[in-house]
């Protein structure tokens, strides 16, 4: 069973920055927060991963609290091609070859 | 250059059928994986192959058999197809070593069952 709970759904206007949030409140010290992507009709898409640390790559930047107990993944100029469903995903770090386990996910739409 | 591809992309076939998907990786990954995505989009792990050997087989009904000939290979064998196997099938791959912070998804596979 997914570890996270993520809203179903948000809507973000093309250009803006879209945040997503995700709440992870029973995260152990060893697990990491990763998020993924899934563009309609594609395969999931890794996008970014952290622990404790903000994280930023040419995606995405990944907030995660100090607790550790919830993140947000941040957009910064969401276009109409980042709209897909996205995942977070908590797993430990050393698990290198464990499979992902997806909960629903929350599907953002870009409107133009 | 497609870092992991499945072949068909579609696949329509009648009840009780026996039919094959084909996964391939070019990127050395050592694990691959079979994911199934269901009408309500749920996406669950079925198999996952480390250097050609099984290493985790949940609960899935053994009409499905997996089969990898080498490390870059994946393959998904299904007997008997029932209506409930309709779903896209992803294959995915994944590096070894650093944890496995990526797993790289093909494109999927349709699979519709009449």
């Known amino acids: 069973d997914a570890k996270t709970t993520q809203p179903p759904s948000m809507d973000c206007a093309e250009g803006r920055a879209a945040n997503l949030p995700c709440n992870h409140s029973?995260?152990?010290?060893?697990?990491?927060v990763y998020w993924y992507r899934q563009i309609h009709s594609q395969g999931p898409q890794y996008i970014i991963h952290g622990l404790k640390n903000n994280e930023t790559n040419e995606m995405a930047s990944l907030i995660i609290t100090e607790d550790r107990k919830s993140s947000t993944l941040i957009l910064p100029h969401a276009t109409l091609r980042d709209t897909a469903v996205y995942y977070c995903?908590?797993?430990?770090?050393?698990?290198?070859?464990?499979?992902?386990?997806f909960g629903k996910g929350t599907r953002l739409s870009v409107i133009a | 250059d497609t870092a992991v591809s499945q072949t068909p992309k579609y696949l329509v076939t009648q009840m009780g059928n026996d039919k094959s998907i084909k996964c391939e990786q070019n990127l050395g990954h050592d694990t691959m994986y079979w994911y199934k995505q269901d009408s309500k989009k749920f996406l669950k792990i079925m198999f996952s192959y480390n250097n050609k050997e099984l290493i985790i087989n949940e609960t899935v009904p053994n009409r499905f058999s997996p089969k990898s000939p080498d490390k870059a290979h994946l393959n998904l064998h299904i007997n008997s197809l029932e209506l409930g196997d309709s779903a896209v099938y992803f294959c995915a791959s994944s590096p070894r070593t650093s944890g496995g912070v990526e797993q790289f998804f093909g494109p999927g596979t349709r699979l519709t069952v009449l």
């Open positions: 995903i908590v797993r430990e770090w050393n698990s290198g070859n464990t499979p992902l386990v």
């Open positions: 029973t995260i152990s010290g060893n697990e990491y």
